[in-house]
């Protein structure tokens, strides 16, 4: 049933699906031998409860040399697929490059860029969205923060979109994800050598000197730490931009509310984030018996929490179907919840309210020239290309 999610059609508009599968049932145990589960309450309570998580990582036995394992063999993961105590003591090594307080020192520097951005876009009157806003942006942002330099950025777009496709569960994932992990190890090892003899003050050469400092943080740690973050920290915000442009023109309505009054845009930006979530789907392994919302789950099941299905539950929001940048409060699981709640959410949400600020303050109304194209992904929902004109 879940193949489902790979059709052309349920990748441009999954919502009907997904009322399909919440008609089943708000937790829904389907043949292939998942969880389903798109009820908000029950997806919250899955997400927050220890029954569930990511398990032992699996041992390879004849590694390759940029595979990084620990001394048990086992594959190194991010703290995104770990649980406590590792998950803890990774989680609380970068947590504090993202605290409110350290987000709102970069804003003055994401303003800048953002503006330069739009006024490109402006003097080419017709552009993609995509390609000169809502990737570059995003990109520049993680890359300056963990001091990566950014001629590299290149080779990052490649090796990240590859990494995004890892987070297609397994029943979906293509191979070409390990080639780009090897290649994005290596390339951290090497930056990792340079840094160490020459540190420049930023998240990762602070990385680098935790992990010479002893036991908390191994080599190998260190690595996935980075590549999660980049990548974390990049495609995801990308599609926040790109679907809330989206949603906006297609609620023209909406679109000229919130040009007319921005102050109400950090309200919008939630809205965005529930309407059309960028990431749309996590999963989860019950590391005991256990239950979900009424139906009862045996160790070792796997659940498939749909976020994006989760955050139009009619039982928790009214007219979920309906985006409304005035919705109060929009409730949502955009940015998930519990242990690994993002870590980079006052990040996110402050890139997209600067760049929405930025253009829809840019005193030039724009429209599409052409048909949106989504990418062929599934956890990470987004656009590959969104032609826009300034009028
Ligand atoms: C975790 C969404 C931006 C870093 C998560 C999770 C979601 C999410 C749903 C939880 C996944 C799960 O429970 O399985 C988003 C969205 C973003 C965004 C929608 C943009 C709109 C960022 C940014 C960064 C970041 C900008 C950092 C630079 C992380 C990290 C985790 C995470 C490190 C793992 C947290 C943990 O496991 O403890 N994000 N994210 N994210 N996010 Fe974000």
């Given at each position: 049933m879940l193949e489902n999610l790979l059709t052309p059609e349920t990748r441009t508009d999954p919502y009907p699906f997904y009322r399909q599968v919440f008609d089943r049932?708000?937790?829904?145990?389907?043949?292939?031998?998942?969880?389903?589960v798109s009820g908000f309450e029950e997806a919250s309570a899955l997400l927050k409860s220890p029954a569930f998580g990511h398990g032992e990582p699996e041992v390879l036995p004849d590694p390759h040399e940029n595979e990084p394992v620990d001394e048990q063999g086992r594959v190194v993961r991010s703290f995104l697929a770990l649980d406590p105590p590792d998950h803890t003591r990774l989680r609380r090594l970068v947590s504090k490059a993202?605290?409110?307080?350290?987000?709102e020192q970069l804003a003055p520097r994401i303003e800048e860029l953002a503006k330069e951005l739009v006024a490109k876009a402006l003097e080419m009157g017709e552009f993609d969205l995509m390609t000169e806003i809502a990737k570059p942006?995003?990109?520049?942002?993680?890359?300056?923060?963990?001091?990566?330099?950014?001629?590299?950025?290149?080779?990052?777009?490649?090796?990240?979109?590859?990494m995004g496709?890892?987070?297609d569960p397994s029943f979906l994932i293509a191979k070409e994800t390990v080639a780009a992990r090897r290649e994005f190890v290596a390339y951290f090892r090497e930056l990792a050598k340079e840094r160490r003899k020459r540190p420049t003050g930023d998240l990762f050469s602070d990385l680098v000197s935790v992990s010479d400092e002893g036991d908390r943080l191994s080599e190998g740690e260190l690595v996935i730490t980075a590549m999660l973050l980049l990548v974390a920290g990049h495609e995801t915000t990308t599609n926040l931009i790109g679907n809330g442009i989206l949603a906006l023109l297609n609620h023209p309505e909406q679109h000229r509310e919130l040009a007319g009054d921005r102050s109400k845009i950090p309200n919008a930006v939630e809205e965005m984030l529930r309407y059309d979530s960028p990431?749309?789907?996590?999963?989860?392994?019950?590391?005991?018996?256990?239950?979900?919302?009424?139906?009862?789950?045996?160790k070792g099941a796997q659940a498939v929490v749909l976020l994006g299905a989760a955050n139009r539950d009619p039982r928790t929001h009214e007219n979920p179907d309906r985006f409304?940048?005035?919705?109060?409060?929009?409730?949502?699981?955009?940015?998930?919840?519990?242990?690994?709640?993002?870590?980079?959410a006052p990040l996110a949400r402050m890139e997209g309210r600067i760049l929405f600020e930025a253009l829809l303050g840019a005193g030039?109304?724009?429209?599409?020239?052409?048909d949106p194209v989504?990418?062929?992904?599934?956890?990470?929902?987004?656009?590959?290309s969104l032609r826009l004109e300034f009028a």
């Open positions: 049932g708000p937790v829904f145990a389907a043949a292939d031998g998942f969880f389903v993202f605290t409110p307080r350290m987000i942006l995003p990109v520049v942002v993680i890359s300056e923060m963990l001091g990566v330099p950014l001629a590299d950025r290149g080779r990052f777009e490649g090796w990240s979109h590859a496709r890892a987070l990431v749309q789907l996590t999963t989860r392994l019950a590391l005991r018996d256990t239950t979900i919302g009424d139906e009862v789950v045996g409304d940048v005035d919705r109060p409060s929009p409730r949502h699981l955009a940015l998930g919840q519990g242990i690994h709640f993002c870590l980079g030039r109304a724009f429209h599409r020239t052409a989504w990418v062929k992904q599934v956890t990470l929902r987004g656009l590959e």
